[in-house]
């Protein structure tokens, strides 16, 4: 089996003239569209919509092409040339996608244009978020230039704490190593190679601390900009809209979320026990990884890894097995880690082609396999919306992990019923290190930005503060679970979604992708095989309707707080379970 992915499908290497052609004709169906809004309401807003999909396309084509090749390559300076002038015609794509929601927002008669075309029936739901877009455009005579700006600001910003992040070094036992080799250390089996790892990672950030924070304040500092220009009466305004979510729905599940804070705390002090500490959890000890006396965990070769999922997810439906076969017989994945490749997983749609891509960096262990049926869960649901237009498949953030979440519970589920004591010990450590982390890890990195952006209103905060809002913010969500003393005040440096100019709050949806997924699971086991006809449709239906009209494709209410509290009483079961096999396994 090729353990590398096939990017053939969309150019044959950085010399093929088809990518001198495909930036050409971009150009070109950016300057149509200045015209094409002179005529007749319906043609116009016809011909709009297709040159709005053949820019997609092409967009796609040219940044997936650049893009997936940087993740495996990323010393390929072909790829980032071709990356670095997408990214300077991006601002030419915003304005035409701009002016074409101003041309909708403007429309007198929509619904009548949408009752009285096909084309547009098939858009409608774009055509109608248009129009609420349409309040929050920027005037027309200074958005070119923020746009053009952030390139210079936000966007700067971001890219500066990366290079920061990548080119600090560590003073490790003697040794000066990458900041992302040290992190690394934390799933170390030695408690005092995590231990002395922890302590050189903090020591090192003051080395950055300063620019880092600089980089912070300039991206909220945007964001807050942003906002008020494009109208909203706040930076998490924005994001909701942006998720399609309303702020009953994100109060409801923060509501559920703290109530079930004190469980997970009683999974760290637990583990911290177990660990022969008496205070919680150490930070240093978060990612330790425990075990039974005598119990190895089993191992993988990527053969196995698929014959697992393939037997697994077949269970479910046919369909998902025969699908993941065709990923992996097709070069859709990119499997095992090597010099110059991004660290992590993530999964690529290529809508055009009704294909996916998806990178791994496979080691063997139960954890990888459970990546690599989280990433072709992504896959899956690009699949649902397979014939669908472009603009039908933006699905936002908190519905983006629905089908990569329920795989995984789907393995999980799988694995603990066919594990003995020890191996479920092994299992349920696993799976709620990684579900703290989504829960209670996202918890305290929403409320430390919240508390960010509404002191950076008033003035840029110093690396100092900084340190003390996440310290403060950890001690809300983690409480008494990790020693008060061993905490981590600059996860506000290392964590880079903090640093996303065009993703404020990059946090909440983790938390509703987790519970949600974890939902759709719950319907599937009362359910049963009449389950996966609705589960599909609710997948392909995901970027044409807001988030609680999707969910209540499945009779669910996301804007209750009872339907959180029930995914989350999942958790503090496995909790109760874990607690129970460290006492009868691990007696301290």
């Keep these: 089996m090729e353990s590398t992915w096939d990017l053939s499908v969309l150019y044959r290497g950085f010399d093929d003239p088809e990518i001198e052609k495909d930036f050409a004709r971009l150009k070109e169906c950016c300057g149509q569209m ?11 807003l016809e011909n709009a919509v297709d040159i709005m999909e053949e820019i997609y396309r092409l967009s796609s084509s040219l940044g997936s092409f650049a893009g997936l090749t940087l993740a495996a390559d990323a010393a390929c300076e072909p790829a980032q040339q071709l990356m ?19 041309y909708i927002g403007g429309l007198q008669d929509l619904e009548s244009l949408i009752a009285g075309s096909e084309k547009l029936r098939r858009v409608d739901f774009m055509l109608r978020r248009s129009r609420e877009e349409a309040r929050h455009l920027m005037a027309p005579e200074i958005e ?36 992302s080799a040290v992190r690394s250390k934390a799933y170390d089996p030695d408690p005092q190679v995590r231990k002395d790892a922890y302590e050189a990672e903090i020591a090192a950030y003051p080395k950055i601390e300063i620019p880092m924070a600089a980089c912070l304040n300039g991206v909220k500092g945007e964001a807050l900009t942003m906002a008020e220009a494009m109208h909203f009466d706040s930076v998490l305004d924005r994001s909701l809209f942006n998720n399609n979510m309303d702020r009953e729905t994100l109060d409801a ?5 703290r109530e079930s804070l004190p469980a997970f705390r009683r999974y760290l002090r637990k583990k911290g026990e177990i660990l022969g500490h008496k205070n919680g959890l150490p930070f240093y000890d978060l990612f330790a990884p425990i075990a039974p006396k005598g119990y190895t965990p089993k191992t993988y070769t990527i053969e196995e890894a698929r014959e697992k999922l393939l037997t697994e997810m077949g269970k479910f439906t046919p369909d998902m097995a025969a699908f993941m076969d065709h990923a992996f017989r097709n ?8 010099e110059g490749k991004s660290g992590g997983a993530f999964c690529a749609g290529l809508h055009h082609l009704d294909q996916s891509r998806v990178l791994t960096n496979f080691a063997g262990s139960f954890s ?21 237009p472009a603009c039908m498949t933006d699905t936002p953030m908190p519905l983006a992990e629905t089908a990569s979440i329920f795989n995984e519970t789907l393995l999980a589920e799988a694995a603990m019923a066919q594990a003995g004591k020890e191996e479920q010990f092994s299992l349920l450590e696993g799976r ?115 988030v609680k009209d999707v969910a209540r494709q499945m009779d669910i209410d996301v804007g209750s707080v009872s339907f959180w509290r029930e995914a989350l009483a999942g958790y503090e079961k496995e909790i109760d379970r874990f607690i129970a096999l460290a006492d009868e396994l691990m007696p301290q």
Excluded at 167 to 178: C, I, M, Q, S
Aim: with cysteine; proline share 5%.
């Design 34 to 44: 200045k015209a094409v809004f002179a005529g007749d309401p319906l043609p116009a």
């Design 84 to 102: 670095d002038r997408l990214m300077v015609f991006s601002v030419q794509i915003s304005l035409v996608s701009s002016e074409m929601t101003r």
């Design 144 to 179: 070119e230039w923020m746009l053009k700006m952030s390139l210079s600001g936000g966007e700067a910003f971001s890219t500066l704490r990366d290079k920061l992040d990548a080119t600090v070094t560590v003073d490790y036992r003697g040794e000066k190593l990458p900041l």
């Design 253 to 257: 599940m923060l509501g559920a979320i």
């Design 331 to 338: 070069r859709w994945i990119d499997v095992y880690p090597r």
């Design 368 to 388: 990888d396999v459970s990546t690599l049926a989280h990433e072709l869960g992504h896959a899956w649901h690009n699949r649902c919306m397979a014939g669908l």
């Design 432 to 546: 709620l290190m990684e579900i703290t982390q989504v829960i209670v890890d996202i918890y305290s990195r929403y409320l430390f930005e919240t508390a960010v952006i509404e002191q950076r209103k008033e003035r840029t905060l110093s690396a100092q503060e900084l340190r003390q809002l996440m310290l403060d913010a950890q001690e809300q969500s983690y409480g008494d679970g990790l020693d008060p003393e061993i905490r981590h005040p600059y996860m506000w440096a290392c964590k880079s979604h903090y640093y996303s100019p065009g993703y404020a709050f990059y946090n909440f949806p983790y938390a509703f992708g987790q519970l949600f997924g974890q939902g759709m699971y719950e319907k599937y086991r009362v359910q049963g095989a009449a389950f996966v006809p609705k589960y599909n449709q609710l997948l392909r239906c995901c970027g044409s309707m807001p």
